[in-house]
T-cell receptor
């Protein structure tokens, strides 16, 4: 069975500092990997996704993530955060085969950017 | 920019009552989903729906739950007899394709069962 673990429930960071939000997954089959962001009182918005090809994926708002198959990780990074990046971030996986679109989410990480 | 909308934003109901949560997916999308998030917990998959049929459903999606696309624009989730543990935020999502495509999420309906 697939599962996703986000190792940090909260990550406080100062504005303009770099940040890494960690995500590990377990799956016995090939997976597709996603990061979603949720701003207060809004739905989830896709930041980036890894389907195949280059393991470094660039997304919106200056975020990027690296797929590491040997470590089964898909950590999200940003070199310099802004106050507006304060939000909940969710890592998710979906099956590579027989896919019905089902997303399995991690617990979420709250990114708190301080001035 | 097209977006997924959900109504109501907040629904309060008594245990045992039926509720219908409504979603209007993006108009050219063909795949539809419901997820829920109990307060403080993960976002959990409930069901995926394509071509007027359920593609996959989770263990949570038992006989008390049903989905319908009644008129080609709305996508509804019905809970026949609500329980206290159904209290959660319910998210609708839609995508143009299933495999490689982004799922667009609505803002959610907060369901409170008293």
């Amino acid at each position: 069975a697939q599962s996703v673990t986000q190792l940090d429930s909260q990550v406080p960071v100062f504005e303009e500092a770099p940040v890494e939000l960690r995500c590990n997954y377990s799956s016995s089959v090939s997976v597709y990997l996603f990061w979603y962001v949720q701003y207060p009182n809004q739905g989830l918005q896709l930041l980036l996704k890894y389907l195949s090809g280059s393991t470094l994926v660039k997304g919106i708002n200056g975020f990027e993530a690296e797929f590491n198959k040997s470590q089964t990780s898909f950590h999200l990074r940003k070199p310099s955060v802004h106050i507006s990046d304060t939000a909940e971030y969710f890592c998710a996986v979906s099956h590579g085969s027989g896919n019905t679109g089902k997303l399995i989410f991690g617990q979420g990480t709250t990114l708190q950017v301080k001035p | 920019e097209p977006e997924v909308t959900q109504t109501p934003s907040h629904q309060v109901t008594q245990m045992g009552q039926e509720v219908i949560l409504r979603c209007v997916p993006i108009s050219n999308h063909l795949y539809f989903y419901w997820y829920r998030q109990i307060l403080g917990q993960k976002v959990e998959f409930l069901v995926s729906f394509y071509n007027n049929e359920i593609s996959e459903k989770s263990e949570i999606f038992d006989d008390q739950f049903s989905v319908e696309r009644p008129d080609g624009s709305n996508f509804t989730l019905k809970i026949r007899s609500t329980k206290l543990e159904d209290s959660a935020m319910y998210f609708c999502a839609s995508s143009e394709e299933v495999l490689l495509d982004e799922q667009f999420f609505g803002p959610g309906t907060r369901l409170t069962v008293l």
